[in-house]
Nanobody, 123 residues
């Protein structure tokens, strides 16, 4: 079955960087767009970033544009989220999603999700 496993979260200070990874198994990775979403306590899950099947198209939420970079390595079946200049408001559980039909914020309806990795940014 399809498995998405996130890693790389942690506790950091404002201004620090983190790189999240999401390793995929059980699917033809290069046939799936990959996305990152996050959910803070008491808030709805929100779109963060997404990357197309070949990596040629990327989308970002306005709140992370210029600070976060999404990338993928199809040879390793892995998608990454490089997060720089982290802010306390970036604190959330970060999820990756896989979708064979669409890329971008619409991936909120994707069938495949990981369990999430916690990112906590202290001020």
């Amino acid at each position: 079955q399809v498995q998405l496993v996130e890693s790389g979260g942690g506790l950091v200070q404002a201004g620090d960087s983190l790189r999240l990874s999401c390793a995929a198994n059980g699917l033809t990775f290069s046939s799936y767009a990959m996305g990152w979403f996050r959910q803070a306590p008491g808030k709805e899950r929100e779109f963060v970033a997404a990357i197309s099947w070949t990596g040629g198209i990327k989308y970002y939420a306005d709140s992370v544009k210029g600070r976060f970079t999404v990338s993928r390595d199809n040879a390793k079946n892995t998608v990454y989220l490089q997060m720089n200049s982290l802010k306390p408001e970036d604190t959330a559980l970060y999820y990756c999603a896989a979708d064979s039909r669409q890329v971008g914020a619409a991936m909120k309806n994707s069938n495949y999700w990981g369990q999430g990795t916690q990112v906590t940014v202290s001020s």
